[in-house]
């Protein structure tokens, strides 16, 4: 089970940390991401990282701006989003998964949702 939190409203320009935390370390999965979705589209990528190592892979749109961490010791992952803009405003979803992809589908665990708003 996967907890999601950090969420708020910001202004443009401002910065949030997303959290998520895994009730238990699944073995099996190695990948953990974060998507985000809009009203009415659907879920997109945004950052994922690889459990063993740390290698991280970024949408284009968010390179250089949002970074992904994890602590091993304490099954969490985190997005720090800073520089944010209004296109960046959306539902933000954790989630694991057993290998790093930029479609949603693969990935087997998912987070509730967690909200950012941006205000112009």
């Known amino acids: 089970q996967l907890q999601a939190s950090g969420g708020g409203l910001v202004q443009t320009g401002g910065s949030l940390r997303l959290s998520c935390v895994a009730s238990?370390?699944?073995?099996?999965?190695?990948?953990l991401a974060w998507f985000r979705q809009v009203p009415g589209k659907d879920r997109d990528f945004v950052a994922a990282?690889?459990?063993?190592?740390?290698?991280?892979y970024y949408a284009d749109s968010v390179k250089g701006r949002f970074a992904i961490s994890r602590d091993v010791a304490e099954n969490t992952w985190y997005l720090q989003m800073n520089d944010l803009k209004p296109e960046d405003a959306a539902v933000y979803y954790c989630?694991?998964?057993?290998?790093?992809?930029?479609?949603?589908?693969?990935?087997?665990?998912w987070g509730q949702g967690t909200l950012v708003t941006v205000s112009s």
């Open positions: 238990e370390r699944n073995t099996h999965t190695s990948a």
């Open positions: 990282i690889r459990w063993r190592d740390g290698k991280t």
């Open positions: 989630a694991a998964g057993f290998n790093v992809a930029t479609d949603y589908r693969p990935y087997e665990y």
